[in-house]
C-alpha cells in the first residue's frame, strides 16, 4: 500500500467529519458542498482500492491475509457514499453528524487497513 495515499484519506476523511460535525453543531443539514467534498474522499478510497488491488495482482501479500485486506478496501469505498446516502433521507443536522460519523470510521478504517497490510 502507498503510505501517503493512506495518510492523505484518513486526513481527508477526518476533515470531511471536522465540517459535517461544525454544520450539525450549526443546526444544518448537508449542503451541496458537503456532497463535494464526499467525492473528493470517494475518489481517493477508490484510487486506493484500484492501488490496492493492482499491488495484490502483482504479487504483493497483505500481512494478515488478502481476504481481510479486500473486504477492508471494499468498506472503505462504500462507507463514505453510504453515509451520503443516508444523510439525504434525514434533511436535518442527523443528516451531517451521520456524515461526520462515516468521516471518523472511515479514518479508523484507513488505520486497520494500514496494519492489515504489514505497517
Known sequence: MLDALTVATAVAALALAAWCGWAAYRDQPTKDWHFIGMAVVTV???VQLVVGI???ARGEKAEQGTTIFVAYLIG????IPAAGFMSLAERTRWGSITVAAGGVVLAVLQVRLY???GG
Request: glycine share 0%; net charge negative.
Open 115 to 117: 496494519d492489515i497490510w
Open 76 to 79: 472503505s469505498f462504500a462507507c
Open 44 to 46: 481517493l478510497t477508490l
Open 54 to 56: 493492482v499491488q495484490l
